[in-house]
């Protein structure tokens, strides 16, 4: 898995910075990084990722539709956790191998009131709750994040 979520990392990277017109600009330019995929692939990564083609003043491009991009990054994050335990004071998230920094972004940028902030590791994420009363609530929310993987 860490090979395909870097070359979607990768695909959204290259979608945010440069205009990409096709499937094979595209699958050159993850090939000139020594991503080899093949159209087919990149069809699939489009569609898991959400991406669309609009129509620009300078001709079609390619792009992320933020609704469904979200949808896919919270699958994602959903099958990068492992298990949540905590204890009085503090929420601790294991992870996939080297897979806890981003799951430690994705939490921050909840911006979740009953959070103050993570810590992120290889495989640990750690959770500040704002109130030690607001532990319960956080752990079931990194649960549902777990189940949303089963949810597509």
Same mark, same amino acid.
Do not use: C, W
């Given at each position: ?52 083609? @609009?129509? #620009?003043?300078? %001709?079609?491009?390619? !792009? ?6 979200? *949808?896919? +990054? ?41 959070? @103050?902030? #993570?810590?992120? %590791?290889?495989?640990? !994420? ?6 030690? *009363?607001? +532990? ?17």
């Amino acid at each position: 898995m860490p090979g395909k979520l870097r070359r979607l990392n990768r695909i959204k990277e290259l979608l945010n910075n440069r205009n990409i017109t096709s499937h094979e600009d595209m699958v050159k330019l993850l090939q000139a990084e020594g991503i080899n995929i093949t159209q087919a692939t990149l069809s699939r990564d489009f569609a898991e990722l959400g991406v669309t083609r @609009i129509f #620009t003043e300078r %001709g079609p491009r390619y !792009v992320l539709d933020s609704n469904e991009s979200g *949808k896919q +990054i919270a699958r994602l994050i959903g099958f990068e956790i492992m298990s949540v335990e905590h204890n009085e004071s503090l929420i601790v998230v294991r992870t996939l191998a080297g897979r806890a920094q981003g799951v430690a972004h994705h939490i921050d940028r909840l911006n979740h009131p009953e959070i @103050i902030g #993570t810590v992120g %590791g290889d495989d640990t !994420v750690i959770i500040i709750p704002a109130l030690q *009363k607001n +532990i319960p609530n956080v752990v079931s929310l990194i649960k549902n994040m777990m189940n949303v993987q089963n949810n597509y």
